[in-house]
């Protein structure tokens, strides 16, 4: 063979040897490869608002599954033994299976309820109960570093990230960073939570025929639900449920005190404000899916939507930061026991199985 032929063969060989790609890292030579990331296809439902994904965070196909991967992986808690989905089950709204509270690894009980995780593109007052964290990607760290539930410190949680080879892989596809850090752990995350999404319950689907598929009972209960109360008229049927509960999410972007005591022992909104008018202030979550997410308010005090309603027609107190539409309230809401069995008829149209069910939100790792 001619040696400079064989020399050139040689080098030629070397260099698809040198530049061949390090799997897990997309680096060639020790240089980012950059990776084309996959618009995330969202499938605009008619029954919510239009889309609100933050603008710095778009999702796409990679950060969505990488984060879904996140959610599912005991690897967030120090001892590896729970996920997101520990207390955020799908089956019951991603709450955590009807506990009034939530056990870390530690066994320590928490003081709140989980909150149920759907629709929260639509969430601008912040996240927690008390609105503590003005954006998700902040909120989804919390419980990771919080010492009562998964009691992990954000450098060694990066410590087994970075040792792990698909979550190098994945980080790399879905951020092109060769070095997984806190912010894209937390982006991940945000990008898969803001794409879980319900609104094709029985009621979406009424809309659309005229509520030609409800009962009767349901039928009475919607009414009930969008009707005023009226002070001293035992025969009114109205619920006033509507003011803070109006359609289509079934919530309102603000942090209320309903009276559930005549002082807070918990703050709420005043242990994040230092503001007393905010003692007591919680965040209106949405009653989609509240068939599914008891027991029910901040510390889960209610069992049942029964007792709820008692509580609205009957146990409102009265306290210095009551929300105005509270005060309306009290002494005005008369329903029979025949029109509460209505009412909770009608909340129960608000369940959507196929979100309870869907795929796209289990765990990727069964």
């Known amino acids: 063979m001619n040696k400079f032929l064989g020399i050139s063969v040689i080098l030629l060989l070397t260099g698809f040897t040198s530049c061949k790609e390090d799997p897990g890292t997309g680096k060639v030579n020790g240089t980012l490869t950059p990776y ?197 008229d035992p025969n009114n049927k109205g619920g006033d449920c509507f003011h803070c509960h109006s359609a289509p999410l079934f919530m309102t972007r603000a942090l209320m005190n309903t009276g559930l005591d005549s002082f807070s022992t918990d703050p709420g909104l005043e242990g994040v404000t230092g503001d007393p008018k905010d003692r007591g202030k919680f965040k209106v979550p949405s009653l989609r899916n509240i068939e599914m997410t008891a027991p029910y308010m901040h510390d889960g005090r209610f069992a049942t939507l029964d007792e709820v309603i008692e509580f609205y027609a009957n146990g409102v107190h009265f306290n210095a930061n009551l929300d105005p539409n509270m005060h309306a309230l009290q002494d005005s809401v008369y329903l029979s026991p025949q029109q509460r069995s209505d009412l909770i008829a009608f909340l129960k149209t608000l369940t959507d199985e196929d979100f309870l069910n869907n795929e796209e939100y289990s765990n990727p790792f069964n």
């Open 36 to 232: 084309e990331q996959t618009p995330y296809d969202y499938f605009e439902n008619p029954n919510l608002p239009p889309p609100n994904f933050p603008k710095d965070n778009m999702p796409t196909v990679e950060g969505v599954e990488l984060g879904r991967m996140l959610f599912y992986d005991p690897i967030l808690s120090g001892d590896s033994s729970l996920s997101c989905s520990g207390c955020h089950n799908q089956a019951f709204a991603f709450t955590d299976n009807g506990r009034q509270f939530s056990t870390g690894i530690n066994g320590d009980q928490g003081r709140r309820n989980s909150m149920p995780i759907f629709n929260l593109m639509w969430h601008l007052d912040g996240f927690f109960w008390d609105g503590r964290s003005e954006l998700l990607r902040h909120q989804a760290i919390e419980p990771i570093k919080d010492p009562i539930e998964m009691d992990e410190t954000i450098a060694y949680l990066l410590v087994k990230l970075n040792r792990d080879a698909m979550y190098k892989e994945a980080f790399a596809k879905a951020f092109n960073i060769t070095e997984i850090d806190e912010e894209h752990v937390a982006l991940a995350l945000e990008q898969f939570m803001m794409t879980i999404t319900s609104g094709y319950s029985k009621f979406d689907l009424g809309r659309t025929v005229g509520f030609s598929n409800f009962t009767p009972a349901e039928m009475r209960g919607l009414e009930i639900f969008n009707a005023e109360s009226y002070p001293n």
